[in-house]
């Protein structure tokens, strides 16, 4: 029988040594396949990506993450399946999960991906929704720990989200939080964190000694940042919204060199990307020497099969050799008659 799933919708639903295993996971699958020597713990596995909204990075680290393992990926573009339309969620979700192993899902309402969830007989790992993105984060975490002084623990590392509370802002301070990480959140009032994504992590912090930090003041939120951190100021749907979005955050929120310099020397620039150049952002950071931006998307990769290992390689149940072979002997005592 089928042991119940055990999805990835937010990494609240786990805990810090969790997330931890995790990342330790995904740093040993980064460095065997640096070493050419990715181990096929997936092979003859299959997974569903189902994407509502198009996707670089999300969707090609699931797919070749599931390559590199010895499995297989579907991409199941916007439009492609009847997802809520001419059948219920609920059975799409039944059928789907009858016939792969695990299911990604990237849609535009965080319910869908908690509807597939709740009907999946198999793992739903969410490749973002419009309220979060732990995928991204979890990988952001991990990168982070690369790009930290060595022994410098978390308890230390400073983290500024310069910008709107997108989907990315929510779960990066959700793990900062949960780690015993500084977050600080810099936007105008207007655009900054709702409280009740605030209390969450106010309530990571008694647990784990973090801190959280809304404010206005981006000169004091960069002055004493490990990571700075920034997303797009709009998103498909808010077109209405970029005059109004452009007037509170240019140029005092853009990440520029002169921003940059307010910094401390060894900070650090992160994106998730796609970034929009000359905007919340300038090329000069982009390409500056302090931006990880390249080796964050990188690790997406990692992270992908960290969380594919994770969620699916303790549900295998492969057959004995020996019931393996009664069952081929079967099959071609039948086929040669
Ligand atoms: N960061 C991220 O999720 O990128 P994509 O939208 O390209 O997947």
């Not at 393992?69 to 339309?85: D, M, S, T």
Request: proline share 6%; hydrophobic share 40%; net charge negative.
């Amino acid at each position: 029988m089928l042991v119940k799933p055990r999805h990835f919708i937010d990494t609240q639903d786990f805990s810090r040594d969790e997330l931890l295993r995790l990342i330790e996971l995904i740093r040993l699958l980064k460095a065997a396949d640096k070493a050419g020597a990715c181990p096929k713990l997936l092979a003859g596995v299959s997974l569903g990506m189902i994407f509502e909204e198009p996707s670089t990075r999300t969707r090609i680290s699931f797919e070749v993450a599931m390559t590199k393992l010895g499995g297989h990926a579907l991409y199941l573009k916007p439009g492609e399946i009847h997802l809520g339309v001419r059948e219920s969620l609920r059975d799409t979700a039944q059928v789907i999960s009858r016939m792969v192993d695990v299911i990604e899902a990237r849609v535009l309402k965080h319910q869908t991906v908690l509807d597939l969830a709740a009907n999946s007989q198999v793992p739903v790992l969410n490749g973002l929704s419009d309220y979060n993105h732990p995928t991204q984060v979890v990988s952001d975490v991990f990168t982070m720990m690369e790009h930290s002084a060595p022994g410098k623990p978390m308890s230390e590392v400073k983290v500024t989200f310069v910008g709107d509370a997108t989907n990315v802002c929510s779960s990066l301070m959700m793990i900062c939080t949960q780690m015993g990480m500084h977050f600080t959140q810099a936007a105008p009032a207007r655009y900054q964190a709702p409280e009740a994504w605030r209390t969450i992590a106010k309530a990571n912090n008694q647990a784990s000694r973090g801190s959280l930090r809304i404010t206005d003041d981006v000169v004091a939120a960069v002055s004493d940042a490990d990571f700075i951190y920034t997303d797009l100021w709009w998103w498909v749907g808010q077109e209405a919204e970029i005059p109004d979005r452009q007037a509170a955050f240019m140029p005092t929120y853009q990440v520029n060199e002169a921003l940059l310099a307010k910094a401390p020397p060894h900070a650090k620039f992160m994106h998730c990307l796609p970034a929009s150049r000359g905007v919340e952002v300038t090329d000069a950071v982009m390409d500056g020497p302090q931006s990880i931006i390249y080796d964050q998307s990188e690790n997406r990769l990692h992270t992908e099969k960290g969380l594919l290992v994770s969620f699916v390689y303790p549900r295998l149940r492969p057959a004995s050799p020996t019931l393996a072979d009664y069952h081929r002997s079967l099959i071609e005592d039948f086929l040669a008659r």
